[in-house]
């Protein structure tokens, strides 16, 4: 029963060879975030959407960018990816209203050769 | 901004135990609290939250208490088994935000 859905699981590039992850939900949830998790610690906001307005986190690299078409879809693309990108990337969703829960996709584990 | 600590870094228990562990917040003004657990290699699940109106939340096994003036609330594990080892996350959303902040970590090893 998965309602946020990242594709693919499991992701291979080359150092500098762009590469997008996709995520998919279907809870109908006005907001979608990208993290970036490395082994050991907590998740890292990179940036979220509230409808189609994009928030960046102050220190996310200009290498990740964000593309979110619809309400269902949202993309994080890695335009030149470097050894120190490798890390799993968690899409998550949540209703805008007063203290909701989020709710987390499976992951994208990226390697980078 | 907010900021939240988590302690302890690792936690073993021998199964049947209890565990508890506890997160401080340095925002008054954020009003909700979710813990996840993250097993390997698996997305973080959301296993209990609190909102800033409530003292205690229990759920079977799971419970987790805030102190607003104290700025701090903690999860309790009772009669643990070995499939609750995991790492376990607190989080705080900061009023008037999207945002959750994480602590840095738990993790909870249960022996047999």
């Known amino acids: 029963d998965a309602m946020v859905i990242q594709n693919p699981r499991y992701q291979v590039t080359q150092f500098g060879k762009p590469v997008t992850l996709s995520c998919s939900q279907t809870?109908?949830?006005?907001?979608m975030y990208w993290y970036q998790q490395k082994s050991s610690q907590a998740p890292k906001l990179l940036f979220h959407?509230?409808?189609?307005?994009?928030?960046n986190e102050a220190d996310t690299p200009d290498n990740f960018q964000s593309r979110r078409p619809n309400t269902s879809f949202c993309f994080l693309d890695i335009r030149s990816p470097g050894l120190g990108d490798a890390a799993m990337y968690l899409c998550a969703t949540s209703l805008r209203d007063a203290n909701q829960p989020q709710h987390f996709g499976d992951g994208t584990r990226l390697s980078i050769l | 901004g907010e900021n939240v600590e988590q302690h302890p870094s690792t936690l073993s228990v021998q199964e049947g135990d209890s565990a508890v562990i506890k997160c401080t917040y340095s925002?008054?003004?954020?009003?909700?609290f979710p813990w996840y657990k993250q097993e390997l290699g698996k997305r973080p699940q959301l296993i209990i939250d609190?909102?800033?109106?409530?003292g205690e939340k229990k759920d079977q096994r799971i419970a987790v208490t805030l102190n607003k003036t104290a700025k701090h609330f903690s999860l309790h594990i009772t009669e643990t088994q070995p499939e609750d080892s995991a790492v376990y996350f607190c989080a705080a959303t900061p009023y008037n935000t999207d945002k959750l902040i994480f602590g840095t970590g738990t993790r909870l090893q249960v022996f047999p």
């Open positions: 609190i909102r800033s109106n409530v």
């Open positions: 925002d008054s003004a954020s009003n909700y």
């Open positions: 959407y509230y409808d189609k307005d994009f928030n």
């Open positions: 809870l109908n949830h006005n907001v």
